[in-house]
């Protein structure tokens, strides 16, 4: 699995409601695991998420692209950063949530989602040090399921033909 991450985030303020403080201070919205259907499980709000709120962190083993295509049979919970800044000795890593994770690994993909990933960058003086955050990209309604556009715009999903991308 691919996420977009949109964001690089660093230089904070070290006051005010800044993307790395509102993800240092942890979740404050509770949220619902919910059976999707075919989907499998998901994330559903119960309150009103307001528009560019931090709404989770991803969290797993943080493992290197090699390693990821090592551990094939179980890549669902894999968040790849890939389309990131984040290489390190030109091994790409993977945020692997498949043994060590949270909640936020049961959100689902869209084509049109309403959540954002953002790489933030958590300590001022190592690029190392980073984090990927979860923002809601509008206000989210009370019971709507939490999604994620999976799929960068320069990486084609397996089902996608000639550009086209097959949407859920
Ligand atoms: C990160 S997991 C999300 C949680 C997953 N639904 C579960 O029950 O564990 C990613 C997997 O969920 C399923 N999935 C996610 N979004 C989907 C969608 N829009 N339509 C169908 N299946 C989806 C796919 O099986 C995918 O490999």
Same mark, same amino acid.
Not at 11 to 26: A, K, W
Not at 139 to 167: A, F, M, Q
């Given at each position: 699995?691919?996420?977009k991450v949109t964001k690089v985030e660093q230089?904070?303020? %070290?006051?005010?409601? !800044?993307?790395?403080?509102?993800? $240092?201070? /942890?979740r404050q919205i509770p949220l619902v695991l919910?059976?999707?259907?075919?989907? /499998?499980?998901?994330?559903?709000? @119960?309150?009103?998420? %307001?528009?560019?709120?931090?709404? /989770?962190?991803?969290? /797993?083993?943080?493992?290197?692209?090699?390693?990821?295509?090592?551990?094939? *049979?179980?890549?669902?919970?894999?968040? !790849?950063?890939?389309?990131? @800044?984040?290489? #390190?000795?030109? *091994?790409?890593?993977? @945020? =692997?949530?498949?043994? #060590?994770?949270?909640?936020?690994?049961?959100?689902?993909?869209? &084509?049109?989602?309403?959540?954002?990933?953002?790489?933030?960058?958590?300590?001022?003086? !190592?690029?190392? =040090?980073?984090?990927?955050?979860?923002?809601?990209?509008? =206000? @989210?309604?009370?019971?709507?399921? #939490?999604?994620?556009?999976?799929? %960068?715009?320069? $990486?084609? %999903?397996?089902?996608? *033909?000639?550009?086209?991308?097959? &949407?859920?």
């Open positions: 699995m691919l996420h230089n904070q303020r %070290p006051s005010g409601n !800044s993307t790395r403080q509102t993800l $240092v201070e /942890g919910f059976w999707e259907g075919r989907k /499998g499980w998901g994330l559903r709000t @119960i309150f009103k998420i %307001p528009k560019n709120v931090f709404v /989770g962190e991803y969290v /797993g083993e943080v493992i290197t692209f090699a390693e990821a295509k090592r551990r094939n *049979k179980h890549t669902k919970y894999q968040f !790849s950063l890939a389309t990131a @800044i984040t290489k #390190l000795d030109n *091994k790409f890593l993977v @945020i =692997d949530a498949t043994s #060590l994770g949270n909640e936020t690994r049961f959100i689902n993909h869209s &084509c049109n989602p309403n959540l954002v990933a953002k790489l933030v960058i958590t300590n001022k003086y !190592s690029e190392h =040090d980073f984090r990927i955050g979860f923002y809601s990209m509008r =206000d @989210i309604e009370p019971g709507e399921e #939490l999604t994620l556009n999976y799929y %960068p715009t320069n $990486v084609k %999903p397996k089902n996608s *033909k000639k550009g086209r991308t097959k &949407c859920w």
